[in-house]
């Protein structure tokens, strides 16, 4: 058994007859419905959460979150790597592994009993979470790789041990673009990609790829120098000013650019604002993307990225988790094109109301 190679790296909702739609322009914009260009099922791509799930110490899966608002919002994909424990668990440069290797596990093991895919975070078992000091060390490190080779080892051999492989992506480092992931040179990162390629794969950049990008320059043309082409494409969307069609479409000229196959795109982390307008374009495109979750310390291991609260120790469910409970159980049937409007604010997603071709459920934010 081998690891495969993958990068990581308010609703209005209407129902309406066919015969009653219309192309009605507004000053922002107008989308277009084609209801003769079915583009499949509903997939619920929207459906991932970063972190979110309590773990158990002894790796096994959790069940403290009610399975019933698990399954209700649809969970189909979870990003983790025991991030921002405490003593005796602060990560393998501290000497302390052993406790975020657990809680991943058991969030990996969680999210398979769901039947969802799991993506290893492989910076917070290193200890780097984005609150580690100043004297941190990175791999490589003055030439000095002993250390991040002997991490990988362990962390390999335990994936193997504990039969984690099934469902399992693996990501070598969060945000290396930016400073409070990855403290080094784009050099020093780019060294520990092609070291690790052959076992796992992927950079998670924080900035969706633009032509005019340096970074993202030096590692498409880096990838293909050094026959280095993930499985997986990948980066994040958290700005107000960057959606999916866009930062695709910008990718797809970098790709072609530098003679890069195609290849499936995850944006593994969304702005948690703007559900419905993420919804919209990961169905569109057909692209997995999961909720971004900025919770802290034990907030950040709990809560199913905040779309439920807690009070006196009872689960119960925020505004968005409705959103996905709605999206999960409401949006099925056959999608139809949609060509989006002049104004990037107008977002619409269509799909007929299960098998009844003359009745849409459509979505739309503006």
């Avoid at 969680?110 to 492989?122: E, H, I, P, Q």
Wanted: some cysteine; glycine content about 10%; overall charge neutral.
């Amino acid at each position: 058994m081998t690891l495969s190679k993958i990068l990581v790296s308010g609703l209005l909702a209407t129902s309406v007859s066919s015969a009653a739609l219309a192309p009605q322009k507004r000053a922002s914009g107008t989308a277009t419905v084609s209801l003769a260009e079915p583009s499949g099922t509903p997939s619920h791509l929207a459906s991932g959460i970063i972190y979110g799930l309590p773990d158990n110490g002894d790796g096994s899966a959790n069940t403290d979150i009610p399975e019933s608002f698990i399954t209700g919002m649809g969970l189909n994909y979870c990003r983790a790597g025991g991030a921002q424990l405490p003593d005796p668990a602060l990560g393998w440069v501290a000497g302390q592994y052993e406790g975020r290797w657990k809680s991943a596990l058991s969030n990996y093991r969680t999210t398979r009993k769901y039947g969802g895919r799991f993506t290893l975070l492989m910076h917070d078992p290193w200890g780097a979470d984005g609150i580690q000091g100043n004297e941190f060390h990175w791999p490589g490190d003055n030439g000095n790789w002993t250390s991040y080779d002997a991490f990988l080892d362990q962390v390999f051999s335990d994936i193997k041990l504990y039969n984690a492989i099934p469902g399992l992506d693996i990501d070598i480092w969060n945000e290396p673009d930016v400073g409070g992931f990855w403290g080094t040179s784009q050099e020093q990162y780019l060294a520990t990609w092609l070291r690790t390629f052959h076992r796992i794969s992927g950079p998670s950049a924080t900035e969706p790829p633009t032509e005019s990008s340096p970074w993202w320059q030096n590692y498409m043309r880096f990838i293909a120098e050094n026959d280095a082409v993930p499985d997986i494409y990948t980066w994040h969307l958290v700005r107000a000013d960057r959606n999916l069609r866009e930062s695709s479409s910008q990718f797809d000229e970098l790709r072609r650019r530098n003679s890069l196959p195609e290849r499936p795109i995850v944006i593994n982390e969304r702005s948690p604002a703007g559900g419905v307008f993420y919804i919209s374009q990961f169905e569109r495109h057909n692209t997995h993307g999961l909720r971004a979750n900025w919770g802290s310390a034990s907030k950040l291991h709990d809560l199913l990225a905040n779309l439920l609260g807690k009070r006196d120790g009872e689960y119960y469910p925020v505004g968005e988790w409705h959103v996905y409970n709605y999206y999960k159980e409401k949006m099925t049937g056959e999608r139809v094109a949609v060509g989006p409007g002049l104004a990037r604010t107008v977002v619409v997603s269509a799909s007929s109301w299960a098998a009844k071709k003359e009745r849409l459920r459509i979505v739309v934010i503006v």
